[in-house]
Each structure stands twice: as C-alpha cells, then as structure tokens.
C-alpha cells in the first residue's frame, strides 16, 4: 500500500440493493479481463461477430457499464417473473447463457412457482463436464445474496 493509500472500508453486502449485489458478486467472480484473454473483455463479456470492441485494457468505468449494459439485456429475457426472480436468472444468464437458463430446471421451478431450487440452481457449477469448486461457490452466493425463498 502506498504511503497515501487507504485502506478500503469493507462493506456488508446485504445493505446495497439487489441489483447492485449482482454487479458486484460478478465483478467478483469474472474479474477484469485482460486482453490476453480476448475474445472475453471487462467482466466476462464475449465480444459477438459484428460487436466493435479493440483487444485493450479497459478501465474499470467502461468494464462497470458494459456489465450493466449486459446484465440488463440478461433481465429482458426474464419479464414475466416477479424482479428478484428475473435479477437471479439473469445472474446465472450472465454466466451460462439465457438460452441454457430457459431450458434449465431452475427456470421452469421458478416459473411454476416451485421456490425449492438449491440442487437446481447449484447443479450450473461444471465447466467442461466436470465440477468445479469455484462455480460451485459462486452458485451460493448468488443465492445467498439475491434469492428471496
């Protein structure tokens, strides 16, 4: 730390609204991309056939509003469930694609009004067909921090 530097006070999640949980649990779990890991920039983003962005660092201010810009685009997918619903699916969505979120089991319990969704939910922690700790640690808190049973 350097000799002005402060040292950041911690914050209790649960005091900020749910939305602004969800952008800072995936700020947490995507970190800032680099550009060596292109096609993939701020906060998970994949850059799509025919989006204008340059392999580059990007600030912390452009990486912010991109995540927003995306997780927003993700609640569209999800409008007729009640907010704190679609903000959860529309986490998961940011990670896994609101394609494999529609035809999950996660989706349609909640859809059906079914609240018991733990297995279903923390079911989406593989990467390559295998487990995978840190998903599976990402699944919980998402739900701790946004899903209202």
């Not at 911690?10 to 700020?27: D, F, G, H, Q, S």
């Not at 067909?129 to 699944?139: C, M």
């Amino acid at each position: 730390m350097g000799v002005h530097a402060r040292p950041r006070a911690k914050i209790n999640i649960m005091t900020l609204p749910p939305y602004e949980r969800a952008v800072l649990i995936i700020k947490k779990f995507e970190t800032l991309h680099r550009p060596c890991h292109w096609p993939t920039i701020c906060y998970g983003h994949v850059v799509q056939r025919g989006e204008r962005f340059a392999k580059r660092q990007y600030t912390e201010r452009e990486a912010d509003a991109l995540l927003r810009h995306d997780l927003n685009k993700m609640l569209s997918f999800f409008d007729g469930f009640k907010r704190s619903d679609a903000l959860l699916l529309a986490v998961l969505s940011y990670n896994i694609g609101p394609g494999a979120v529609q035809k999950s089991s996660v989706y349609k319990k909640l859809k059906s009004g079914d609240r018991n969704i733990f297995k279903a939910y923390t079911s989406h922690c593989h990467y390559r067909g295998k487990f995978h700790k840190g998903l599976y640690n990402r699944r919980c808190v998402e739900l701790a921090a946004l899903f209202q049973p």
